[in-house]
């Protein structure tokens, strides 16, 4: 049985709710050799009488665009994807926070590099899940390894095979003893972590890398500049310098896994005074009263399941 099958029973492949064993695929399949694949990471927040899933279309809208920058078409309509997405919490009857994670993958249609008129499969599986990285603040290492630049690969899809750039970097910065990586562009300004998107704070005025920096364009980070602007704040979109990191006042990461998470450290110097900072916590705050639909201003981002 596969470890997985522990934690979910149902999983949507290919338009139709199978059982966890049978959500399977043969070792030739072309993603599996080439990365051939994009997907999405999305969380649903059980607040004790009801599942939502936060910006559900969002993500999806994210996967048909990664799809159609790789070069292939998924055959389901955004719709099509949100409907599935509940169809597989449902059946699964989860009632506690969970982590939904859709793919669209090059089938069995040979070795070829050429995916033309190949199969396209697709599956959205969930499984309950809690925090990602430390939520009291991470310490991070600015990895020796370079953001894929956009002119190599469309970074701005959510593509399998470009996270064997996150991978590496990740690997590095955990064998020397650290929480998160953060990569640099090619340029060598701050481009992203291995799986979040990167903000500072400088002065009270915040700041997080441009979509020309060759980053994934975070769901999270979307929704943080919305949030921020919202309380006044000032956001902006503009290149930092690898040495910003190192005077910040604050610094954190957002991602759908690792929600708002705090950076403690830079390449084992203290952010501010080594604890997380208060814009940071005000910001972290307000994003969980979201989630967990406390906070209704912004509760068109939510999509219940039950
Ligand atoms: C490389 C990378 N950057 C940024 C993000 C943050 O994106 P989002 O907020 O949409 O989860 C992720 C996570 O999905 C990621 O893998």
Known sequence: MSVWCRRLRYVWLNGRIVECENAKVHVLTHALHYGSAVFEGIRGYWNGSNLNIFRLRDHMVRLVNSAKLVGFNLGYTVEQLVDATIEVIKANNFKEDVYIRPIAFIGEGGISLDITGMPVEVSIAAFPFG?????????????SWRRIPSFSVPVMAKASGIY???????????????????????????????????????????????????????????????????????????????????????????????????????????VGDGKPGPITMRLKEIYQNIVTGVDVRYKNWLTPVY
């Open 131 to 143: 925090k990602y990285l430390k939520a009291e603040g991470v310490k991070v290492k600015i990895t």
């Open 164 to 270: 064997l750039n996150s991978i590496v970097a990740l690997r590095e910065a955990r064998r020397e003893g650290y929480d998160e990586a953060i990569l640099l562009d090619w340029r060598g300004y701050v481009a992203e972590g291995s799986g979040e998107n990167v903000f500072i704070v400088r002065g009270g005025v915040i700041a997080t890398p441009p979509i020309t920096a060759s980053i994934l364009e975070g769901v999270t980070r979307d929704s943080v500049m919305r949030i921020a602007r919202d309380e006044g704040y000032t956001v902006e979109e503009r290149d930092i310098t690898r040495e910003e990191l190192l005077v910040a006042d604050e610094i954190f990461l957002t991602g759908t896994a690792a929600e708002i998470t705090p950076v403690l450290e830079v390449d084992g110097k203290p």
